[in-house]
């Protein structure tokens, strides 16, 4: 079973103790920001601002929060000028790692990046050694309960998705980015309530990691996504019993 829908699923539950500690809702506003800056600020029309825009509800964020991200990207409103950064690193049991961000000062994200990946088992590695493992994909991930699983694949598929695969207690399907925000509308239009929806890069092969590996690597990620100009950790571990159960205590 692979980890990343998994560990998806379960950061959406715990979404809400994230909102209210506030880091949640930063991060969000500057990737809304980023994202309409770089295509503008209609979501109508930007299909990456409407994703980020329905993922920040997702995590309750106030509207005037969103509006005003919208608008300090746009130039409507001052605000920070951010610059994304991709780190390659390798973490724990030599499992490649891709770590996306958005930061206004490269080198001291640069430098504290590689201070977390230090200090819990983890180093950086040369920009593209393990970013060519990753494929940009669109994912989408439903509870079980909450639909069939022939009743999903029908649906996806119909709406133009690649695949639809059973993965725990979730359905995951997986497509294409530029379909990602249709097969999403012809599910929402089914009112059927989706745990995730957002672009991720899914790794060509896995790695699967046990015991002190597996806690050490789930550490290092989620010390990595805590830090402030993170976006997203991806990590090409297989998933495990072990590494579920970690992750709920987690």
Known sequence: MSGHSKWASIKHKKGAADAKRGAAFSKMSKE???????????PD????LRNAIDRAKGINMPK?????AVKKGTGELPGVTYEEVTFDAYGPGGVAMLIT???????????EIKNI???KNGNLAGAGATSFLFTKKGIIVIEKDKISEEEIFEIAIEAGAENVEPDGDFHEITTEINDLMSVKAAIDAKEIEISTAEMTMIPSSYVKVTG????????????????????????????????GKLMEEG
């Not at 809304?32 to 209609?42: E, H, L, V, Y």
């Not at 029309?45 to 990456?48: A, F, I, K, L, S």
């Not at 206004?104 to 430098?111: E, F, H, I, P």
């Not at 597996?214 to 590494?243: C, P, W």
């Open 64 to 68: 005037d929060k969103i509006d005003n």
């Open 117 to 119: 990946l230090s200090k």
């Open 101 to 111: 961000g958005l930061t206004d000062n490269k080198n001291r994200s640069t430098a």
């Open 45 to 48: 029309t930007n299909v990456n």
């Open 212 to 243: 002190s590996d597996a806690k050490s690597l789930l550490g290092l990620i989620e010390g990595l996504e805590e830090h402030e100009d993170v976006q997203h950790v991806y990590a090409n571990f297989e998933m495990t019993e072990e590494i």
């Open 32 to 42: 809304i920001s980023a994202i309409a800056k770089a295509g503008g600020g209609d």
